[in-house]
T-cell receptor, first 110, second 112 residues
Framework: KAGVTQTPRYLIKTRGQQVTLSCSPISGHRSVSWYQQTPGQGLQFLFEYFSETQRNKGNFPGRFSGRQFSNSRSEMNVSTLELGDSALYLC?????????FGPGTRLTVT | QQPVQSPQAVILREGEDAVINCSSSKALYSVHWYRQKHGEAPVFLMILLKGGEQKGHEKISASFNEKKQQSSLYLTASQLSYSGTYFCGTEVLDSSASKIIFGSGTRLSIRP
């Protein structure tokens, strides 16, 4: 099976802009979670989607949002970008037990 | 809510053993272990479920004490390829759904 894929892999944006990141889970996996990874804060949980519904969310401002489509592909959106949003954004898909990460999208906000 | 990992860093010589600990203040459904190498995504190693079932890596073992909400990862006869940062992820119930929360990581360096 193909692994989790994320696009784009790298992104440079300016403060105030918005960005959309995409994630395609492993075939058959219906759960998709998003994480933000920074050197200072580590791996922070953003939200999880299952069958197009957000099941859980972390402690991030409303500027961070996501959605999941009927084919389980997911997108996350960050509006009004801030310098502190610079991070590696990781998507992970899960069947019942194991959760597998994609390669991530490296977002740089200038 | 974030699990606590210890030690924060460890340096070993090839062939030596290491133990990485993870503890949580909340009741856990499961514990997940990952290894991340610099510039790469975390790679799944193992999951430990309530009731004792384990799924994962052949050469790495782990334990899960449900009552104490603690898990330990055992790396025996370490190889150079074991270098990286190890994360434990604890699955907790939150708002009627579970989520996996990660510790701050343990940096493992293996020297020849």
């Amino acid at each position: 099976k193909a692994g989790v894929t994320q696009t784009p892999r790298y992104l440079i944006k300016t403060r105030g802009q918005q960005v959309t990141l995409s994630c395609s889970p492993i075939s058959g996996h219906r759960s998709v979670s998003w994480y933000q990874q920074t050197p200072g804060q580590g791996l922070q949980f953003l939200f999880e989607y299952f069958s197009e519904t957000q099941r859980n969310k972390g402690n991030f401002p409303g500027r961070f949002s996501g959605r999941q489509f009927s084919n389980s592909r997911s997108e996350m959106n960050v509006s009004t970008l801030e310098l502190g949003d610079s991070a590696l954004y990781l998507c992970a898909s899960r069947d019942f037990y194991e959760q597998y990460f994609g390669p991530g999208t490296r977002l740089t906000v200038t | 809510q974030q699990p606590v990992q210890s030690p924060q860093a460890v340096i070993l010589r090839e062939g030596e053993d290491a133990v990485i600990n993870c503890s949580s203040s909340k009741a856990l459904y499961s514990v997940h272990w990952y290894r991340q190498k610099h510039g790469e995504a975390p790679v799944f190693l193992m999951i430990l479920l309530k009731g004792g079932e384990q799924k994962g890596h052949e050469k790495i073992s782990a334990s899960f004490n449900e009552k104490k909400q603690q898990s330990s990862l055992y790396l025996t006869a370490s190889q150079l390829s074991y270098s990286g940062t190890y994360f434990c992820g604890t699955e907790v119930l939150d708002s009627s759904a579970s989520k996996i929360i990660f510790g701050s990581g343990t940096r493992l360096s293996i020297r020849p």
